[in-house]
């Protein structure tokens, strides 16, 4: 892969301009995480609504018909269900189990786990549970 930047000090916006043969894997990658870049969500916590950058959220739960988004040190409530996350989000989050999506860049190691789960351990330090029907759509991202 190249990469060339040129700074024009007419250009107003930011503009990126992919050259390729063909629109493969790695091409759609890259698209989607430029895309997420801006990907903005609310969450409220304490009463408070913040805006979510994407990037920033480590993992999203549903626990009693309610979807939370968790980050470094704050979890937030957020309205969206999960199912309707996974159409939104980038590409590097997927669906962990029924009631969790993850963010594969906040992962620190993975560890098998009985009945053909995995065990997903994020840089919180916190273990999460990859149930097996998801744990070769994460090892297939991962090229494992």
Known sequence: MKITIRENEGQDELEIVILCRKVDEQVSELVSLLSSHDKKLTGVMDGKTFVLDSAEIFYFESVDKKTF????SAVYEI???????????????FRA?????????KIKSIAPDFNGR?????FTG???????????????KLGL
């Open 97 to 105: 189990s029924k009631s969790t999506v993850v963010n594969i860049s």
């Open 79 to 93: 309205s969206p269900r999960l199912y309707e996350l996974e159409e939104s989000l980038p590409r590097h989050f």
């Open 118 to 122: 995995l065990e997903v351990t994020l």
């Open 126 to 140: 916190e273990k999460l549970i990859v149930s097996r029907q998801y744990a070769q759509d994460l090892k297939v």
């Open 69 to 72: 988004a968790y980050a470094q």
